[in-house]
């Protein structure tokens, strides 16, 4: 009788109810102290000595240093990509594969050069459009993309976690069409970072996947790290070198690292979602102008159930709402902060504080309840390149990312720590996935998170 099952006596039956559950181990990080001012913290570990937002803060800087490996990879690809450019033939990207990135990488994203093309890698006819002499950096692996290598286009996969390749446990991963790895259809591969199993915070309490995704990191970081040396060497003639996307990735970095100082703000917040998640609350996630924020924590493999299900209108004076942006005034998301404040929901802002230099009259972090500075003030992007006016390679997106997906971690932290553990979505890649949500999902529902 599945309705009358609880978590736990549903994680004990596993087997008998199709689900593939307990095949990841748990991993019990460091032994560093939680902090904040709660003595209760010293009785209990509840299975973990992190907070959930740190790990989530450790693993993303971990993909971060890691690309750092890449960057004579990539300034070699960056100088053939310019020469096929400069012969006039095109360099395609559909390195985006997940939810925000589709948003994030876009051709027409602000910030972008436009030096790469899209092509929508999902729907193999794209590869029919590419031509002999053309480039393509993907993330997909099949027939399409292998015919594509052979008549001619330079293939460069990148490794993501939701397509399987020869880097992880065989079987974790859903098969490639006729069991296709990325050396047999690639010139050659760059890897992303993206950790297999997605998710950055290993939760004792749902030990069947890791929480949190990090696609956008990995993935989005090496997009604009290849779009910042192509395009200096295509716009200045320059040959060789990774100087731009060495650039790239220090700022980025650094902006990072910088999150450190919310952490104490994002636990208070963590800790008033909770309470108003626990009378019944809604958690809504709005992103107007950059709609990627909202599309990464909303039904997303490692992901929260909650985020943007069930009845706003139900419970309007215990609702969450975040809204995540790329502007510090953009108008929209100006109007609808104050909307929900007057419905006595709790906003929570992220966004830049300026706007190259400009201080808006009103900006979203100060319009909200609480808001969080994404350290990316520039409206185009962190590169300047000799000879061009503007800037490209914008980090407000990445690191945007990272804030929300530290709040989001650290509201799980907080749950669990009341003995309320939120359900998660298994990724649909991962083997076995469609059968647990489909067990779980009832729970859910029937409880609201």
Same mark, same amino acid.
């Given at each position: 009788?599945?309705?009358?099952? %609880?978590?736990?006596?549903?994680?004990?039956?596993?087997?008998?109810?199709?689900?593939?559950?307990?095949?990841?181990?748990?991993?019990?990080?460091?032994?560093?102290?939680?902090?904040?001012?709660?003595?209760?913290?010293?009785?209990?570990?509840?299975?973990?000595?992190?907070?959930?937002?740190?790990?989530?803060?450790?693993?993303?800087?971990?993909?971060?240093?890691?690309?750092?490996?890449?960057?004579?990879?990539?300034?070699?690809?960056?100088?053939?990509?310019?020469?096929?450019?400069?012969?006039?033939?095109?360099?395609?990207?559909?390195?985006?594969?997940?939810?925000?990135?589709?948003?994030?990488?876009?051709?027409?994203?602000?910030?972008?050069?436009?030096?790469?093309?899209?092509?929508?890698?999902?729907?193999?006819?794209?590869?029919?459009?590419?031509?002999?002499?053309?480039?393509?950096?993907? %993330?997909?692996?099949?027939?399409?993309?292998?015919?594509?290598?052979?008549?001619?286009?330079?293939?460069?996969?990148?490794?993501?976690?939701?397509?399987?390749?020869?880097?992880?446990?065989?079987?974790?991963?859903?098969?490639?069409?006729?069991?296709?790895?990325?050396?047999?259809?690639? %010139?050659?591969?760059?890897?992303?970072?993206?950790?297999?199993?997605?998710?950055?915070?290993?939760?004792?309490?749902?030990?069947?996947?890791?929480?949190?995704?990090?696609?956008?990191?990995?993935?989005?970081?090496?997009?604009?790290?290849?779009?910042?040396?192509?395009?200096?060497?295509?716009?200045?003639?320059?040959? *060789?070198?990774?100087?731009?996307?060495?650039?790239?990735?220090?700022?980025?970095?650094?902006?990072?690292? *910088?999150? *450190?100082?919310?952490?104490?703000? !994002?636990?208070?917040?963590?800790?008033?979602?909770?309470?108003?998640?626990?009378?019944?609350?809604?958690?809504?996630?709005?992103?107007?102008?950059?709609?990627?924020?909202?599309?990464?924590?909303?039904?997303?493999?490692?992901?929260?159930?909650?985020?943007?299900?069930?009845?706003?209108?139900?419970?309007?004076?215990?609702?969450?709402?975040?809204?995540?942006? !790329?502007?510090?005034?953009?108008?929209?998301? !100006?109007?609808?902060?104050?909307?929900?404040?007057?419905?006595?929901?709790?906003?929570?802002?992220?966004?830049?504080?300026?706007?190259?230099?400009?201080?808006?009259?009103?900006?979203?972090?100060?319009?909200?309840?609480?808001?969080?500075?994404?350290?990316?003030?520039?409206?185009?992007?962190?590169?300047?390149?000799?000879?061009?006016?503007?800037?490209?390679?914008?980090?407000?997106? !990445?690191?945007?990312?990272?804030?929300?997906?530290?709040?989001?971690?650290?509201?799980?932290?907080?749950?669990?720590?009341?003995?309320?553990?939120?359900?998660?979505?298994?990724?649909?890649?991962?083997?076995?996935?469609?059968?647990?949500?489909?067990?779980?999902?009832?729970?859910? *529902?029937?409880?609201?998170?």
């Amino acid at each position: 009788m599945v309705g009358r099952m %609880n978590r736990r006596s549903f994680l004990r039956a596993g087997v008998s109810s199709g689900v593939l559950v307990g095949q990841q181990s748990t991993r019990i990080l460091g032994s560093v102290a939680p902090g904040g001012d709660c003595r209760r913290q010293r009785k209990s570990t509840f299975g973990h000595t992190i907070l959930f937002m740190e790990e989530y803060y450790q693993g993303t800087m971990e993909i971060l240093g890691r690309l750092s490996g890449e960057l004579d990879q990539i300034g070699d690809l960056s100088s053939r990509a310019a020469e096929v450019i400069k012969k006039g033939r095109t360099v395609w990207t559909s390195m985006d594969d997940g939810h925000m990135p589709i948003a994030e990488q876009k051709e027409t994203r602000r910030g972008s050069p436009r030096i790469l093309r899209d092509h929508k890698g999902l729907n193999s006819a794209s590869f029919e459009k590419l031509q002999k002499g053309d480039m393509v950096f993907t %993330n997909q692996c099949n027939p399409a993309v292998q015919k594509a290598r052979d008549q001619g286009v330079y293939v460069v996969a990148v490794t993501v976690n939701y397509v399987d390749n020869e880097f992880r446990p065989p079987g974790f991963t859903n098969p490639n069409k006729d069991n296709l790895m990325l050396k047999d259809v690639s %010139n050659e591969i760059l890897h992303s970072h993206v950790p297999y199993y997605q998710g950055l915070v290993h939760a004792p309490q749902i030990p069947e996947f890791t929480l949190c995704p990090s696609t956008t990191t990995g993935s989005s970081t090496l997009h604009w790290m290849l779009n910042a040396d192509i395009a200096n060497k295509v716009w200045t003639g320059t040959s *060789k070198g990774n100087e731009r996307s060495t650039e790239y990735l220090r700022v980025l970095t650094e902006r990072v690292e *910088k999150t *450190k100082e919310h952490w104490p703000l !994002i636990r208070e917040v963590a800790v008033k979602m909770t309470r108003r998640i626990r009378e019944g609350g809604r958690w809504f996630v709005r992103s107007l102008e950059h709609p990627g924020f909202a599309s990464e924590l909303s039904g997303v493999a490692s992901g929260a159930m909650i985020v943007n299900w069930g009845d706003w209108d139900a419970t309007k004076a215990q609702n969450v709402m975040l809204i995540n942006a !790329i502007s510090p005034a953009y108008v929209d998301e !100006i109007n609808l902060a104050l909307e929900k404040q007057v419905e006595g929901a709790y906003v929570i802002g992220v966004g830049p504080s300026s706007d190259d230099g400009r201080l808006p009259p009103t900006r979203l972090i100060d319009v909200t309840d609480v808001g969080f500075d994404n350290f990316s003030p520039e409206s185009e992007g962190v590169i300047q390149i000799q000879g061009r006016s503007g800037r490209i390679c914008p980090t407000s997106g !990445i690191v945007g990312n990272v804030i929300q997906q530290m709040i989001c971690a650290q509201w799980t932290d907080e749950m669990v720590r009341r003995g309320l553990v939120p359900y998660y979505w298994m990724g649909f890649f991962q083997a076995g996935a469609r059968a647990y949500d489909d067990a779980v999902r009832p729970f859910f *529902k029937a409880r609201g998170f």
